[in-house]
């Protein structure tokens, strides 16, 4: 049996709410949503505690609406307070919410909305599939720490090899230095184009999504989809948005865990080259101006 997901929304959106419950209970789930859960001569505030109480996911649509309901706000509120999984949906640019400004969420905005479902869809079915909860302050699934004894870089051009005993990243002028784990080995270069270097990293993403053994072929397919994302805004140079690079990376960290310290490393040297510091903390990535 699938877990039950509360969809907290405005009204005003009321349309892409009643959509994104159709994808989901198509997919499987139990959508809890107030037009259609909750009986007439109810008591409404009972109704959406009981609601919450029985659902282990919590979605939220994000809007310039939403964030200035008291009502979404309470029920933000009731879900981190009761430690449920929550994942917030960015359906229009607005104010993200204080209490939810640690929290990974989907970027609607910025995604074709078949492309955004896929995404929500992974990411629940991580959710409802791993077994343990993760930080309500970070509902991003926690990284395994593995030794990754060559990380080759990219570039042509010169480069050496350095060593380390956890996950790093410095920059020190055109020196790229990536090391994971205990006696790994990272590689520093040089050189090299941005175009050659951001095909090669889709090739070895696509290799890594490829041997993920735990995924559906539709998960592989929205990763593949976050990868060439972010391979397209790095492409952008020095336009390129540090912000939309960092929630990409982090969506990855929440859709495939296992291979998003690689997506990190590997990106280190062609995110310097546009003027991009990356770097990990905890199980997210933080991606910065130089």
Known sequence: MTAQIFLSYSHSDAAFAAKLAGGLEKAGYEVWLDRTDIQTGARWDDEIVKGLDASAVFLVLLSEASTASQNVKDEIGYALDHNKQILPLLIESCEIPFRLRRVQYVDFAALKYSEGLQTVLSIVKSFTT??????????????KKREEKNMPGKKSGTSKNAGGDKFTISITGNSNVAA??????????????????????????????????????????????QVEQIAREVEKGAQADASRVERLVN????????????????????LAGVGLVAKKIGDKAQVRKA
């Open 130 to 143: 791993n077994g343990k909860k993760t930080n309500t302050s970070s509902p991003v699934a926690t990284a």
């Open 180 to 225: 994971i784990g205990r006696g790994a080995r990272a590689t520093v270069n040089q050189g090299g184009g941005l175009d050659a270097e951001m095909e090669a990293w889709r090739k070895q993403m696509e290799k890594k999504i490829s041997g993920l053994q735990n995924l559906y072929p539709e998960d592989k397919s929205a990763l593949n989809q």
């Open 251 to 270: 969506t990855i960290a929440a859709m495939a865990p296992d291979i998003f310290e690689v997506a990190v490393a590997t990106l280190v040297n062609p």
